[in-house]
């Protein structure tokens, strides 16, 4: 068993900055890939970001290249989201995720479906 806390969403105007964190506890955080994925009124469950096990490989979606940086600190169980120059189309609710099925896995994994546990979410809002 997982548990995932998403916190640090917020109001922000266009061009602004937050911090997304997920903490985890439950099993070894180390072992397992991440993901950062987000939802907006109306559409699917998206990619935004993953990590592998190690934090040595990362994958974005190519909206968020260059100004989203996902990141995991394994000693305090710990993955981060750091959004800069946001966009009014980045506002949704945004969720991590922990993929346990196998451990020691990558940052390729893009689907929600390759993922086993959920947090209950955070809303970012980019306003102009």
């Known amino acids: 068993q997982v548990q995932l806390v998403e916190s640090g969403g917020g109001l922000v105007q266009a061009g602004g900055s937050l911090r997304l964190s997920c903490a985890a506890s439950g099993r070894t955080f180390s072992r397992y890939a991440m993901g950062w994925f987000r939802q907006a009124p109306g559409k699917e469950r998206e990619f935004v970001a993953t990590?592998?096990?190690?934090?040595?490989?990362?994958t974005y979606t190519d909206s968020v290249k260059g100004r989203f940086t996902i990141s995991r600190d394994n000693a305090k169980n710990t993955m981060y989201l750091q959004m800069n120059s946001l966009k009014i189309e980045d506002t949704a609710v945004y969720y991590c995720?922990?993929?346990?099925?196998?451990?020691?896995?990558?940052?390729?994994?893009?689907?929600?479906?390759?993922?086993?546990?959920w947090g209950q979410g955070t809303q970012v809002t980019a306003s102009s």
């Open positions: 990590i592998g096990w190690s934090g040595g490989s990362t």
């Open positions: 995720a922990a993929r346990t099925r196998t451990a020691y896995g990558g940052s390729g994994y893009l689907s929600p479906s390759e993922y086993d546990y």
